[in-house]
Nanobody
Framework: QVQLVESGGGLVQPGGSLRLSCAAS????????MGWYRQAPGKQRELVAA???????NYADSVKGRFTISRDNAKYTVNLQMNSLRPEDTAIYYC???????????WGKGTLVTVSS
């Protein structure tokens, strides 16, 4: 089992920045993909950004150039630096870990990000 705990959400004005962090614990396979998804009210959960254990990244078009994902394999953490935030970035952000070999998904409980003036 893998446990994921997010932190760093909150209220920020448009144009501001936030940094989300996620700490993983438990039986974590060395080869995995960690990422952030978000779900806005009335919408489906969508991928925001992901990073492999080898450091390959993938971003949603809507956040390219504004968000940066990073990870520390030794500490089993993944971070999402969010800059130039927009009201449409408002959502619950979920940390995800996907195992490559067994293709299992683990989720955190989510952290709320609200972008509003």
């Amino acid at each position: 089992q893998v446990q994921l705990v997010e932190s760093g959400g909150g209220l920020v004005q448009p144009g501001g920045s936030l940094r989300l962090s996620c700490a993983a614990s438990g039986s974590i396979p060395s080869i995995n993909v960690m990422g952030w998804y978000r779900q806005a009210p009335g919408k489906q959960r969508e991928l925001v950004a992901a990073i492999t254990s080898g450091g390959i990244t993938n971003y949603a078009d809507s956040v390219k150039g504004r968000f940066t994902i990073s990870r520390d394999n030794a500490k089993y953490t993944v971070n999402l630096q969010m800059n130039s935030l927009r009201p449409e970035d408002t959502a619950i952000y979920y940390c995800n870990l996907r195992t490559v070999v067994t293709e299992m998904d683990y989720w955190g409980k989510g952290t709320l990000v609200t972008v509003s003036s």
